[in-house]
Structure formats: C-alpha cells, structure tokens
C-alpha cells in the first residue's frame, strides 16, 4: 500500500507551509506514476486526474464483495441450483455455477425436522420442491393432518436467476464443494400442492 500526503480540500494557499505544499507535490507526483492495472483505471482531462475502480473478472471475485450476476437455471437441486452464469451481452457460459437456494426454500435444514409445529418431509427426486407438512390435528389430538406443499413460483430450466456472491451460504454440494453464490429471494415460497 501506498501512503500520500493529504491537504484538506479549500486550504488557501497562504495558510499551508513549504512543507506541506512539498507533501501535495509528492503526493502528485505518486499519483502520475501508478500504473494501471489490478482494476485500477487512470484518465487525464486539462486540468484533472481521475482514478478509477474498473470491475474485476468473475475468477477473481472474492466473496464477501456483494457482487450480483446474472445466471440461467439448467438443473434442480434439494439446496442449489445448476446454473450457467451469463455475461454482460446475455451469453451463457461454458460452465456450471451452484447457486444455493433461499434458506427457506433448502430441503437439509429442514427435513425430517419440526418447525412451528409441522414435521417436514421432502420427497425424494423432486429437488427440494415437493414435501409433506404433518401436524397434529387440531379437532383429534391422537391424529395428524398432512399437508402436501410445492414451491410456487415453480423453477423452470432456463429460468432467469439472480444471485449475489457471499461468504457463507452454508450450502456444500455432494463433492463437499462450498456454494458461494446466493439466489436472491424472489417471492418463491410453499404451498399447497392443490392450493394452486
């Protein structure tokens, strides 16, 4: 890392010592040699110099930055999705991305589980997307009531997804490979399968 000297903004010539404007100088003089380059863009106009970010190719993302892409769906999975991410003129890429699904919508943290009072169970081949939601029934206590649930808005190859990079999704797929991408929440939920 590099350390420039600093003048606040609107300092007036007459206030700043020799030393100072030496450190500004300096400071100039640093900012003419920077190469571009590591997603660092320079330009030049009369009278000033601009620096600039420019975005850094996806293999060089790290998560955590909030990045957000674009991706088409190819496969179901019970906690991701198969995806291939598409570039800034719509072009799918060559390779699978995993994108984990909204927490709520996974089937490991829940299945086989009790949450609110429902026993959950997802049925198998359906990629997370078909369960039964048993609980007691109210008019019997020595009885349950099942309930068969599907996510509406149903996913659908070659669906647009949106997903953001993170740090922790807390999805592995069965090679224990960690998913790094986030499907955003886009109003998929469960209901009942003939409550559609």
């Given at each position: 890392?590099?350390s420039?000297?600093?003048?606040?903004?609107?300092?007036?010539?007459?206030?700043?010592?020799?030393r100072?404007?030496?450190n500004?100088?300096?400071?100039?003089?640093?900012?003419n040699?920077?190469t571009?380059g590591?997603?660092l863009?320079?330009?030049?106009?009369?009278?000033?110099?601009?620096?600039?970010?420019?975005?850094?190719p996806v293999?060089?993302l790290?998560p955590?930055?909030?990045?957000r892409?674009?991706f088409l769906l190819?496969?179901?999975?019970?906690?991701?999705?198969?995806?291939?991410?598409?570039?800034?003129?719509?072009v799918?890429?060559?390779?699978?991305?995993?994108?984990a699904?909204p927490?709520?919508?996974?089937?490991?943290?829940f299945?086989?589980?009790?949450?609110n009072?429902?026993?959950?169970?997802?049925?198998?081949?359906?990629?997370?997307?078909?369960?039964?939601?048993?609980?007691p029934?109210p008019?019997?206590?020595?009885?349950?009531?099942?309930?068969?649930?599907?996510?509406?808005?149903?996913?659908?190859?070659?669906?647009?997804?949106?997903?953001t990079?993170?740090?922790?999704?807390?999805?592995?797929?069965?090679?224990d490979?960690?998913?790094?991408?986030?499907?955003?929440?886009t109003?998929?939920?469960?209901?009942?399968?003939?409550?559609?």
């Amino acid at each position: 890392m590099t350390s420039l000297p600093y003048i606040e903004h609107g300092t007036r010539f007459g206030d700043t010592s020799s030393r100072e404007w030496r450190n500004a100088m300096d400071a100039v003089q640093a900012i003419n040699s920077l190469t571009v380059g590591d997603g660092l863009t320079l330009s030049r106009s009369p009278s000033l110099l601009h620096i600039g970010l420019s975005p850094k190719p996806v293999d060089a993302l790290v998560p955590g930055t909030s990045v957000r892409r674009a991706f088409l769906l190819k496969e179901i999975r019970d906690d991701y999705l198969v995806c291939r991410m598409l570039d800034v003129d719509g072009v799918e890429a060559a390779t699978d991305t995993m994108v984990a699904k909204p927490w709520l919508l996974q089937r490991t943290p829940f299945d086989g589980k009790v949450r609110n009072g429902n026993t959950l169970t997802y049925a198998e081949g359906a990629g997370g997307t078909k369960r039964t939601s048993t609980h007691p029934d109210p008019d019997d206590a020595s009885s349950t009531v099942s309930e068969e649930q599907l996510v509406i808005l149903r996913y659908v190859v070659d669906d647009l997804i949106y997903a953001t990079l993170e740090i922790y999704t807390g999805v592995e797929t069965a090679d224990d490979e960690k998913v790094v991408w986030q499907s955003e929440y886009t109003g998929r939920n469960w209901t009942r399968e003939n409550g559609q």
